[in-house]
């Protein structure tokens, strides 16, 4: 649960994000430049007009830069795109706070640099917020733009039920599917359009962006295209699962196979090697120790999680990315299997 202070922030935020969005509609606020339409009039009352309209203009600029700084992660400086709160009551972004804690032992604060746990927990309100800023043009259209191409990366690797919040022009088609790719398409292509339209399209940052949002909508237009396909060849009754093959022959890493046991961290990911001898000779070889698992051959190949090690037996507890919980253990759900018959997958 949030604190009193924390709701009070949240609550005033969105206030001010009102009062500048109204100002925005207003007078056509964009970041760095002032518009207002011209007012009839003459001498001293036009005059004091033109000044207060500058004022106000000023003012909700300030505004919205007031409110995106409260938004911005306390570790890389950026627009927060999947804001979660720790033990220390701060927000910050969920990648950049895990590497945090994962490169410091004990877990420490970045802003108090006191020892705390590494429990993260979401902060919904924060991030409907940034969703109002960034669909607001007081923000730099760039900054807007960095957002979306994270957030279409983010929607891509998250489920639906984790993205719920998004704002109603990136909400999922129903019936959508993890990872959420059409919504992720909406993104890239939101961070595509901010490009092309800001004044600055000649400077080499906002080309390789929108090289970079024009690209990731493209594949996203093809996976959506290949799940098309393979709904249309379902419905007419057609075997096409030697894609799944093809897929993870061409691009699924393999891994770098481990030559010796190491003390993995718990949630590194690994990938049992896909050679059926090789798992049937080690597990023969540990046969005091480790028993065959029941679903060895579904296993092969496939992706898993670290959970625990025995470095007394050169062994890891493994279990499935779809049961692994970073706050529990997860050692019922997983199985030991010896380190030779791990690779090592890339964080």
């Known amino acids: 649960m949030y604190s009193k202070l924390q709701y009070e922030e949240v609550a005033e935020s969105k206030e001010v994000v009102v009062l500048a969005q109204q100002c925005n509609k207003g007078w056509g606020v964009k970041a760095g430049m002032v518009k207002r339409p011209r007012e009839e009039g003459t001498g001293n009352n036009n005059n004091n007009n033109q000044k207060r309209g500058r004022e106000i203009d000023q003012g909700a600029c300030d505004t919205l830069e007031m409110v995106a700084s409260r938004c911005r992660d306390n570790i890389t400086g950026g627009l927060l795109v999947d804001p979660v709160v720790a033990e220390d009551g701060h927000t910050y972004e969920r990648r950049a706070i895990k590497e945090w804690f994962r490169r410091r032992t004990p877990a420490t604060s970045p802003l108090t640099h006191e020892e705390i746990g590494t429990r993260v927990k979401e902060n919904y309100a924060i991030r ?6 960034v669909s607001s043009p007081g923000l730099p259209r760039f900054e807007r733009a960095e957002w979306y191409l994270a957030r279409g990366k983010l929607l891509c690797e ?3 039920a984790e993205t719920s919040s998004l704002a109603p022009e990136l909400l999922p088609s129903s019936g959508s599917s993890s990872p959420d790719i059409r919504s992720a398409r909406n993104a890239f292509e939101r961070a595509e359009r901010l490009v092309d339209s800001d004044n600055g ?5 906002a080309k390789r962006l929108r090289e970079e949002a024009q690209i990731c909508r493209e594949m996203c237009d093809r996976v959506l ?14 075997d096409v699962n030697w894609v799944d093959d093809a897929y993870d022959a061409i691009f699924r890493p393999v891994g770098v196979k481990l030559t010796m046991f190491q003390k993995l961290a718990r949630g590194t990911r690994v990938r049992v090697l896909d050679d059926r001898r090789a798992v049937l000779a080690a597990f023969e070889a540990q046969d005091d120790v480790l028993g ?7 296993s092969l190949g496939r992706e898993f999680i670290v959970e625990n090690y025995d470095a007394n037996d050169s062994t890891y507890v493994i279990v499935r990315p779809d049961t692994f919980d970073e706050h529990e253990d997860n050692s019922k759900e997983g199985k030991w299997w010896p380190f030779s018959l791990v690779a090592l997958l890339p964080s």
């Open 225 to 238: 295209d290949v799940s098309r396909l393979r709904r249309q060849a379902s419905e007419a009754g057609i």
């Open 201 to 205: 399209v000649d400077d080499p940052s």
């Open 292 to 298: 065959l698992p029941d679903d060895w051959e579904e």
């Open 158 to 160: 998250r489920s639906r």
């Open 128 to 133: 409907a917020i940034v969703e109002d800023l």
